[in-house]
Protein backbone atom coordinates (compact mmCIF):
# COMPACT_ATOMS: atom_id res chain seq x y z
CA UNK A 1 0.00 0.00 0.00
CA UNK A 2 0.96 3.92 -0.73
CA UNK A 3 0.09 6.85 1.10
CA UNK A 4 0.18 10.22 -0.44
CA UNK A 5 0.48 13.15 1.80
CA UNK A 6 -0.73 16.69 0.19
CA UNK A 7 -0.56 19.47 2.66
CA UNK A 8 -3.40 21.79 2.40
CA UNK A 9 -3.11 25.19 1.15
CA UNK A 10 0.78 24.84 1.59
CA UNK A 11 1.37 28.74 1.40
CA UNK A 12 -1.04 29.82 3.32
CA UNK A 13 -0.73 27.47 5.60
CA UNK A 14 2.90 27.98 6.00
CA UNK A 15 1.99 31.61 6.69
CA UNK A 16 -0.75 30.47 9.06
CA UNK A 17 1.64 28.35 11.39
CA UNK A 18 3.49 31.25 12.35
CA UNK A 19 0.20 33.52 12.99
CA UNK A 20 -2.08 31.58 15.38
CA UNK A 21 -4.27 35.26 15.15
CA UNK A 22 -5.17 33.70 11.51
CA UNK A 23 -6.25 30.52 12.61
CA UNK A 24 -10.12 30.13 10.63
CA UNK A 25 -9.45 33.56 8.60
CA UNK A 26 -9.23 33.92 4.68
CA UNK A 27 -5.59 34.54 3.41
CA UNK A 28 -4.18 34.38 0.52
CA UNK A 29 -0.46 34.48 -0.94
CA UNK A 30 0.22 36.21 -4.07
CA UNK A 31 3.05 35.41 -7.43
CA UNK A 32 6.51 37.55 -7.71
CA UNK A 33 6.31 40.74 -7.85
CA UNK A 34 2.82 40.88 -5.99
CA UNK A 35 1.41 40.33 -9.12
CA UNK A 36 -1.62 37.60 -8.83
CA UNK A 37 -2.96 35.70 -6.48
CA UNK A 38 -1.93 32.09 -6.23
CA UNK A 39 -2.71 30.38 -3.35
CA UNK A 40 -5.33 30.59 -0.94
CA UNK A 41 -7.04 29.04 2.24
CA UNK A 42 -9.99 26.97 2.47
CA UNK A 43 -11.73 30.24 4.12
CA UNK A 44 -10.31 32.39 1.23
CA UNK A 45 -11.54 30.12 -1.53
CA UNK A 46 -15.32 30.20 0.05
CA UNK A 47 -15.29 33.43 -1.05
CA UNK A 48 -16.49 33.62 -4.51
CA UNK A 49 -15.36 36.72 -5.43
CA UNK A 50 -11.03 35.60 -5.41
CA UNK A 51 -10.31 33.55 -8.30
CA UNK A 52 -6.92 32.08 -9.10
CA UNK A 53 -4.38 33.65 -10.63
CA UNK A 54 -6.01 36.74 -11.51
CA UNK A 55 -4.38 40.17 -10.97
CA UNK A 56 -4.63 41.04 -6.91
CA UNK A 57 -5.21 44.71 -8.07
CA UNK A 58 -8.70 43.96 -9.55
CA UNK A 59 -9.83 42.81 -5.95
CA UNK A 60 -8.29 44.96 -3.78
CA UNK A 61 -11.77 46.28 -2.78
CA UNK A 62 -13.09 43.01 -1.63
CA UNK A 63 -9.64 41.64 0.35
CA UNK A 64 -10.68 44.80 2.57
CA UNK A 65 -14.05 44.39 2.31
CA UNK A 66 -13.55 40.33 3.95
CA UNK A 67 -10.88 41.23 6.13
CA UNK A 68 -8.16 38.82 3.64
CA UNK A 69 -4.47 38.76 5.34
CA UNK A 70 -2.39 38.84 1.54
CA UNK A 71 1.29 37.52 1.62
CA UNK A 72 4.04 38.31 -0.87
CA UNK A 73 5.55 35.06 -1.62
CA UNK A 74 8.55 33.93 0.89
CA UNK A 75 9.86 31.14 -1.07
CA UNK A 76 12.99 30.68 2.00
CA UNK A 77 10.07 30.08 4.57
CA UNK A 78 8.01 27.39 2.36
CA UNK A 79 11.26 25.41 0.79
CA UNK A 80 12.52 24.89 4.39
CA UNK A 81 8.90 23.96 5.96
CA UNK A 82 9.16 21.44 3.06
CA UNK A 83 12.06 20.17 4.41
CA UNK A 84 11.00 19.41 7.53
CA UNK A 85 7.68 18.05 6.93
CA UNK A 86 9.89 15.40 4.26
CA UNK A 87 12.02 14.52 7.43
CA UNK A 88 9.52 13.76 9.14
CA UNK A 89 7.96 11.17 7.39
CA UNK A 90 11.37 9.75 7.10
CA UNK A 91 10.43 8.65 10.35
CA UNK A 92 7.55 6.51 9.13
CA UNK A 93 9.23 4.96 6.04
CA UNK A 94 12.34 4.36 4.39
CA UNK A 95 10.72 3.86 1.14
CA UNK A 96 9.52 8.00 0.44
CA UNK A 97 9.32 9.86 -3.01
CA UNK A 98 9.19 13.69 -2.83
CA UNK A 99 6.44 14.76 -5.42
CA UNK A 100 6.42 17.99 -4.98
CA UNK A 101 7.43 20.67 -2.71
CA UNK A 102 3.97 19.72 -0.93
CA UNK A 103 3.20 16.01 -1.76
CA UNK A 104 4.87 12.70 -1.00
CA UNK A 105 4.37 8.94 -1.48
CA UNK A 106 5.27 7.02 0.91
CA UNK A 107 5.56 3.08 0.97
CA UNK A 108 3.58 1.65 4.16
CA UNK A 109 4.90 -2.37 3.00
CA UNK A 110 4.70 -4.19 6.17
CA UNK A 111 1.67 -3.21 7.77
CA UNK A 112 -1.53 -4.87 8.55
CA UNK A 113 -4.71 -4.36 6.21
CA UNK A 114 -6.60 -3.22 9.68
CA UNK A 115 -3.54 -0.40 10.52
CA UNK A 116 -3.64 1.55 7.06
CA UNK A 117 -6.07 4.10 8.33
CA UNK A 118 -4.88 4.64 12.05
CA UNK A 119 -1.28 4.62 10.31
CA UNK A 120 -2.52 7.89 8.09
CA UNK A 121 -3.88 9.45 11.03
CA UNK A 122 -0.91 9.03 13.14
CA UNK A 123 1.22 10.60 10.23
CA UNK A 124 -0.94 13.52 9.71
CA UNK A 125 -0.91 14.50 14.02
CA UNK A 126 2.51 14.23 13.87
CA UNK A 127 3.16 16.34 11.00
CA UNK A 128 0.63 18.81 12.61
CA UNK A 129 2.14 18.71 16.21
CA UNK A 130 5.33 19.74 14.74
CA UNK A 131 5.04 21.96 11.71
CA UNK A 132 1.82 23.19 12.51
CA UNK A 133 0.73 22.20 8.71
CA UNK A 134 -2.26 20.47 8.35
CA UNK A 135 -2.53 17.66 5.51
CA UNK A 136 -4.57 15.13 3.51
CA UNK A 137 -3.71 11.67 3.35
CA UNK A 138 -4.78 8.83 0.54
CA UNK A 139 -4.10 5.55 1.24
CA UNK A 140 -4.53 2.94 -1.56
CA UNK A 141 -2.54 -0.13 -3.62
CA UNK A 142 -1.27 1.99 -6.52
CA UNK A 143 -0.17 5.71 -6.89
CA UNK A 144 -2.97 6.80 -8.90
CA UNK A 145 -5.85 4.95 -6.47
CA UNK A 146 -3.26 6.78 -3.57
CA UNK A 147 -3.72 10.03 -5.18
CA UNK A 148 -7.68 9.28 -6.04
CA UNK A 149 -7.58 8.44 -1.80
CA UNK A 150 -6.44 11.77 -0.92
CA UNK A 151 -9.17 13.81 -2.81
CA UNK A 152 -12.12 11.91 -1.13
CA UNK A 153 -10.17 12.81 2.24
CA UNK A 154 -9.79 16.22 1.55
CA UNK A 155 -12.94 16.51 -0.39
CA UNK A 156 -15.18 14.97 2.46
CA UNK A 157 -13.14 16.11 5.97
CA UNK A 158 -16.18 15.51 8.17
CA UNK A 159 -16.42 11.61 7.17
CA UNK A 160 -12.57 11.21 6.68
CA UNK A 161 -10.93 13.53 9.11
CA UNK A 162 -8.74 13.83 6.20
CA UNK A 163 -7.13 10.49 6.03
CA UNK A 164 -8.62 7.58 3.63
CA UNK A 165 -7.64 4.24 2.83
CA UNK A 166 -8.71 2.75 -0.36
CA UNK A 167 -8.26 -0.81 1.46
CA UNK A 168 -10.78 -3.18 -0.58
CA UNK A 169 -12.93 -3.86 -3.68
CA UNK A 170 -15.79 -2.29 -2.51
CA UNK A 171 -14.16 1.23 -1.90
CA UNK A 172 -11.97 0.92 -5.35
CA UNK A 173 -15.54 0.83 -7.40
CA UNK A 174 -17.19 2.97 -5.00
CA UNK A 175 -13.95 5.27 -5.44
CA UNK A 176 -14.03 5.10 -9.07
CA UNK A 177 -17.50 5.84 -9.45
CA UNK A 178 -17.67 9.33 -7.98
CA UNK A 179 -13.67 10.19 -9.41
CA UNK A 180 -14.56 12.20 -12.42
CA UNK A 181 -12.07 12.07 -15.49
CA UNK A 182 -11.59 15.78 -15.49
CA UNK A 183 -9.80 14.94 -11.41
CA UNK A 184 -8.17 12.39 -12.63
CA UNK A 185 -4.24 11.94 -12.26
CA UNK A 186 -2.63 11.95 -15.20
CA UNK A 187 -5.57 12.60 -17.38
CA UNK A 188 -4.48 15.91 -19.50
CA UNK A 189 -7.37 18.10 -20.99
CA UNK A 190 -7.62 16.92 -24.36
CA UNK A 191 -8.18 13.26 -23.56
CA UNK A 192 -10.71 14.15 -20.95
CA UNK A 193 -12.70 16.10 -23.83
CA UNK A 194 -12.42 13.00 -26.51
CA UNK A 195 -13.25 10.76 -23.66
CA UNK A 196 -15.85 12.77 -22.92
CA UNK A 197 -17.55 12.87 -26.27
CA UNK A 198 -17.87 9.12 -26.35
CA UNK A 199 -19.92 9.31 -23.09
CA UNK A 200 -17.36 8.04 -20.63
CA UNK A 201 -17.10 10.96 -17.54
CA UNK A 202 -15.46 8.64 -14.64
CA UNK A 203 -12.89 6.56 -13.54
CA UNK A 204 -15.06 3.86 -13.53
CA UNK A 205 -16.18 3.80 -16.72
CA UNK A 206 -12.48 4.45 -18.16
CA UNK A 207 -12.13 0.63 -16.98
CA UNK A 208 -15.07 -0.36 -18.29
CA UNK A 209 -12.85 0.39 -21.82
CA UNK A 210 -10.98 -2.36 -23.38
CA UNK A 211 -7.04 -3.04 -23.19
CA UNK A 212 -6.17 -2.34 -26.61
CA UNK A 213 -8.68 0.35 -27.46
CA UNK A 214 -6.96 2.64 -24.44
CA UNK A 215 -3.73 1.75 -25.27
CA UNK A 216 -4.51 2.23 -29.75
CA UNK A 217 -6.00 5.52 -28.42
CA UNK A 218 -4.36 7.21 -25.28
CA UNK A 219 -1.11 5.42 -25.78
CA UNK A 220 0.94 3.07 -22.69
CA UNK A 221 0.74 5.49 -20.65
CA UNK A 222 -3.15 5.11 -20.70
CA UNK A 223 -3.18 1.73 -20.48
CA UNK A 224 -0.96 2.13 -16.96
CA UNK A 225 -3.44 4.60 -15.64
CA UNK A 226 -6.22 1.98 -16.23
CA UNK A 227 -4.06 -0.99 -14.99
CA UNK A 228 -3.23 1.59 -11.78
CA UNK A 229 -7.06 2.32 -11.60
CA UNK A 230 -7.74 -1.65 -11.51
CA UNK A 231 -5.05 -1.91 -8.61
CA UNK A 232 -2.28 -3.11 -10.23
CA UNK A 233 0.59 -1.46 -9.56
CA UNK A 234 2.70 0.06 -12.97
CA UNK A 235 4.14 3.39 -11.62
CA UNK A 236 7.27 2.92 -9.14
CA UNK A 237 8.45 5.10 -6.20
CA UNK A 238 10.84 7.76 -7.57
CA UNK A 239 13.45 7.77 -4.43
CA UNK A 240 15.93 9.25 -6.16
CA UNK A 241 14.67 12.49 -7.98
CA UNK A 242 15.96 12.51 -11.82
CA UNK A 243 18.61 14.92 -12.39
CA UNK A 244 16.93 18.38 -13.76
CA UNK A 245 18.04 18.76 -17.81
CA UNK A 246 17.94 22.43 -17.49
CA UNK A 247 17.70 24.78 -14.73
CA UNK A 248 16.51 28.48 -15.47
CA UNK A 249 15.20 31.54 -13.44
CA UNK A 250 13.30 34.75 -14.66
CA UNK A 251 11.88 37.28 -12.00
CA UNK A 252 10.04 40.99 -13.43
CA UNK A 253 11.74 43.89 -12.09
CA UNK A 254 10.17 45.92 -8.93
CA UNK A 255 10.23 48.63 -11.67
CA UNK A 256 10.92 49.12 -15.09
CA UNK A 257 14.63 49.19 -16.07
CA UNK A 258 16.31 50.90 -19.02
CA UNK A 259 19.52 51.36 -17.31
CA UNK A 260 22.12 48.48 -18.63
CA UNK A 261 23.91 47.97 -15.65
CA UNK A 262 21.20 47.55 -13.08
CA UNK A 263 19.79 44.99 -15.67
CA UNK A 264 23.24 43.42 -15.71
CA UNK A 265 23.69 43.11 -12.04
CA UNK A 266 20.38 41.47 -11.99
CA UNK A 267 20.87 38.62 -14.56
CA UNK A 268 23.96 38.08 -12.55
CA UNK A 269 22.51 37.59 -9.37
CA UNK A 270 20.20 35.31 -11.43
CA UNK A 271 23.02 33.15 -13.15
CA UNK A 272 24.76 32.91 -9.35
CA UNK A 273 21.15 31.35 -8.04
CA UNK A 274 21.06 28.86 -10.91
CA UNK A 275 24.71 28.04 -11.05
CA UNK A 276 24.14 27.14 -7.06
CA UNK A 277 21.49 24.57 -8.32
CA UNK A 278 23.27 23.42 -10.71
CA UNK A 279 26.33 22.12 -8.24
CA UNK A 280 23.92 21.38 -5.73
CA UNK A 281 23.16 18.40 -8.55
CA UNK A 282 26.58 17.92 -9.64
CA UNK A 283 26.23 18.95 -13.58
CA UNK A 284 28.23 21.11 -15.35
CA UNK A 285 25.79 23.27 -18.73
CA UNK A 286 27.34 22.78 -21.67
CA UNK A 287 25.17 25.74 -23.14
CA UNK A 288 22.89 28.64 -22.06
CA UNK A 289 19.88 31.18 -23.44
CA UNK A 290 19.74 34.54 -21.65
CA UNK A 291 16.62 36.54 -22.80
CA UNK A 292 15.22 40.28 -22.21
CA UNK A 293 11.81 41.41 -22.77
CA UNK A 294 9.70 44.41 -22.05
CA UNK A 295 6.06 44.78 -20.89
CA UNK A 296 3.76 43.11 -23.92
CA UNK A 297 0.62 44.83 -21.77
CA UNK A 298 2.03 47.95 -21.81
CA UNK A 299 1.08 49.26 -25.09
CA UNK A 300 1.92 52.48 -24.08
CA UNK A 301 5.75 51.46 -24.45
CA UNK A 302 7.96 50.28 -27.28
CA UNK A 303 7.51 46.76 -27.51
CA UNK A 304 11.31 44.51 -27.67
CA UNK A 305 12.36 40.70 -26.72
CA UNK A 306 15.48 38.82 -27.81
CA UNK A 307 17.64 35.97 -26.33
CA UNK A 308 20.79 34.40 -27.14
CA UNK A 309 22.07 30.88 -27.31
CA UNK A 310 25.65 30.39 -26.20
CA UNK A 311 27.53 27.25 -26.55
CA UNK A 312 30.36 26.88 -23.69
CA UNK A 313 33.65 26.06 -24.73
CA UNK A 314 33.25 23.97 -21.83
CA UNK A 315 31.23 22.66 -19.66
CA UNK A 316 31.12 24.06 -16.20
CA UNK A 317 29.05 25.07 -13.19
CA UNK A 318 31.40 27.81 -12.25
CA UNK A 319 28.82 31.42 -10.75
CA UNK A 320 32.15 33.66 -12.59
CA UNK A 321 32.42 31.63 -15.73
CA UNK A 322 28.60 31.36 -16.22
CA UNK A 323 28.25 34.82 -15.30
CA UNK A 324 31.34 36.08 -17.97
CA UNK A 325 28.99 34.32 -20.25
CA UNK A 326 26.22 35.87 -19.29
CA UNK A 327 27.16 39.07 -19.65
CA UNK A 328 28.63 38.82 -22.99
CA UNK A 329 25.13 37.99 -24.43
CA UNK A 330 23.23 40.39 -22.59
CA UNK A 331 25.85 43.28 -24.05
CA UNK A 332 24.95 41.44 -27.56
CA UNK A 333 21.02 41.89 -27.30
CA UNK A 334 20.32 44.76 -24.60
CA UNK A 335 19.03 47.76 -26.97
CA UNK A 336 18.89 51.21 -25.32
CA UNK A 337 15.43 53.21 -25.23
CA UNK A 338 13.45 50.10 -24.00
CA UNK A 339 11.47 49.99 -20.61
CA UNK A 340 12.37 46.20 -19.56
CA UNK A 341 10.49 44.04 -17.33
CA UNK A 342 12.11 40.89 -17.23
CA UNK A 343 15.92 39.34 -17.69
CA UNK A 344 16.61 35.45 -17.43
CA UNK A 345 18.91 32.68 -18.01
CA UNK A 346 18.48 29.41 -18.88
CA UNK A 347 21.88 26.58 -18.06
CA UNK A 348 21.43 23.64 -20.91
CA UNK A 349 22.88 20.58 -22.34
CA UNK A 350 23.19 19.49 -18.77
CA UNK A 351 25.63 16.28 -18.01
CA UNK A 352 27.03 14.67 -14.75
CA UNK A 353 29.94 16.69 -13.66
CA UNK A 354 31.80 12.81 -13.36
CA UNK A 355 31.01 11.88 -16.95
CA UNK A 356 32.60 14.79 -18.37
CA UNK A 357 35.99 13.69 -20.27
CA UNK A 358 38.56 16.33 -19.04
CA UNK A 359 40.87 18.87 -21.52
CA UNK A 360 44.31 17.90 -21.72
CA UNK A 361 45.64 20.71 -21.87
CA UNK A 362 43.75 22.87 -19.43
CA UNK A 363 45.40 23.59 -16.20
CA UNK A 364 43.96 21.32 -13.35
CA UNK A 365 45.10 23.59 -10.79
CA UNK A 366 43.27 26.66 -11.76
CA UNK A 367 40.17 24.07 -11.69
CA UNK A 368 40.66 23.13 -8.61
CA UNK A 369 40.54 26.76 -7.05
CA UNK A 370 37.64 27.19 -9.02
CA UNK A 371 35.96 24.09 -7.86
CA UNK A 372 37.21 25.43 -4.14
CA UNK A 373 35.86 28.12 -4.13
CA UNK A 374 32.67 27.52 -5.40
CA UNK A 375 31.78 25.37 -2.58
CA UNK A 376 33.22 27.41 -0.06
CA UNK A 377 29.99 29.97 -1.67
CA UNK A 378 27.79 27.17 -1.43
CA UNK A 379 28.86 26.56 2.33
CA UNK A 380 28.47 30.74 3.18
CA UNK A 381 25.46 30.88 1.80
CA UNK A 382 23.85 27.58 2.97
CA UNK A 383 24.59 28.81 6.37
CA UNK A 384 24.07 32.96 6.62
CA UNK A 385 21.36 32.89 4.02
CA UNK A 386 20.72 33.00 0.35
CA UNK A 387 22.89 35.66 -1.40
CA UNK A 388 25.16 36.21 1.17
CA UNK A 389 28.15 35.87 -0.74
CA UNK A 390 28.26 36.82 -4.26
CA UNK A 391 30.20 38.02 -7.51
CA UNK A 392 31.39 41.50 -7.51
CA UNK A 393 28.72 41.53 -10.82
CA UNK A 394 26.20 41.25 -8.84
CA UNK A 395 26.81 45.01 -7.86
CA UNK A 396 25.43 46.02 -4.19
CA UNK A 397 22.25 47.88 -5.75
CA UNK A 398 19.32 45.17 -5.68
CA UNK A 399 16.81 47.44 -4.02
CA UNK A 400 16.82 49.10 -7.06
CA UNK A 401 15.47 45.99 -8.98
CA UNK A 402 14.70 43.67 -6.62
CA UNK A 403 10.90 42.11 -6.25
CA UNK A 404 8.51 43.65 -5.33
CA UNK A 405 7.32 41.96 -2.03
CA UNK A 406 5.15 44.87 -0.07
CA UNK A 407 3.51 41.90 2.37
CA UNK A 408 6.49 39.94 2.81
CA UNK A 409 6.61 37.93 5.80
CA UNK A 410 9.82 36.67 8.16
CA UNK A 411 11.84 34.08 7.22
CA UNK A 412 10.64 32.80 10.46
CA UNK A 413 13.28 29.12 10.64
CA UNK A 414 16.22 29.81 8.20
CA UNK A 415 17.40 33.36 9.54
CA UNK A 416 18.85 34.04 13.18
CA UNK A 417 17.64 37.93 12.88
CA UNK A 418 13.69 36.45 11.96
CA UNK A 419 12.95 34.16 14.55
CA UNK A 420 9.96 34.33 16.01
CA UNK A 421 9.54 35.89 19.45
CA UNK A 422 7.31 35.17 21.90
CA UNK A 423 6.83 37.95 24.20
Known amino acids: MLALIDCNSFYAACEQAFRPDLKNKPVVVLSNNDGCIVAANREAKALKCLN????????????????????????????DMSRRVMNILGRFSSDIEVYSIDEAFVDLAGFDKSDHTAYGTNIRNTILKYTGLPTGIGIGPTKTLAKAANKIAKTFPQKTAYVYSIDSEHKRIKALKWLQLKDLWGIGRRYAKKLNRLGIYTAYELCMLPDDWVRNNMTVVGLKLKQELEGTPCIELEQVRPRKKAI???KSFGVKLSDYKLISEALAYYVAEVAEKLRAQNSLAEAMMVFIHTNQFRTKDKQ????????????????TELTHFALKALKAIYKPGYNYKKVGVLLAELVNENAVQKDLFADESADIKQRKLMQAMDRINLRFGKGSTLTAACGVRRNKWKLRQQNLSPRYTTSWNELLKVA
Request: with cysteine; aromatic share 12%; proline share 4%.
Open 52 to 79: MFDPVFKHKSELVKHGVTVFSSNYALYA
Open 248 to 250: GTA
Open 304 to 319: YARNMVINLPRATCST
